[in-house]
């Protein structure tokens, strides 16, 4: 993914998480109305842009709420106070 590739794929992520966030989504409003465009955020960190999203995060700041509720879950489940079922 080239650079102009991720800032194109962090402005429709951007967009999409704010378009949720102005009609009153709550993060698992937002956790599941991202699902669809999830593969576009994992091929982000998969390139290696990860600290792009932290970067801009005043630019983008759906995207970076997003990022942090995920970063947030992913915690929680790796120091097991969130239970996942196997």
Do not use: Q
């Not at 794929?9 to 409003?29: E, Q, V």
């Not at 995207?63 to 996942?84: C, F, K, Q, T, W």
């Amino acid at each position: 993914m080239t650079k102009t590739e991720m800032l194109e794929t962090m402005k429709r992520l951007d967009a999409h998480a704010n378009a949720l966030l102005l009609i009153g989504a709550s993060d698992i409003d937002l956790l599941g109305g991202m699902f669809d465009v999830m593969p576009d955020f994992k091929a982000l960190l998969d390139a290696g842009y990860g600290e792009e999203i932290e970067r801009n995060a005043g630019r983008f700041p759906g995207l970076h709420r997003y990022a942090v509720m995920l970063s947030n879950i992913a915690e929680g489940i790796a120091d097991g106070s969130i239970r996942v079922p196997r």
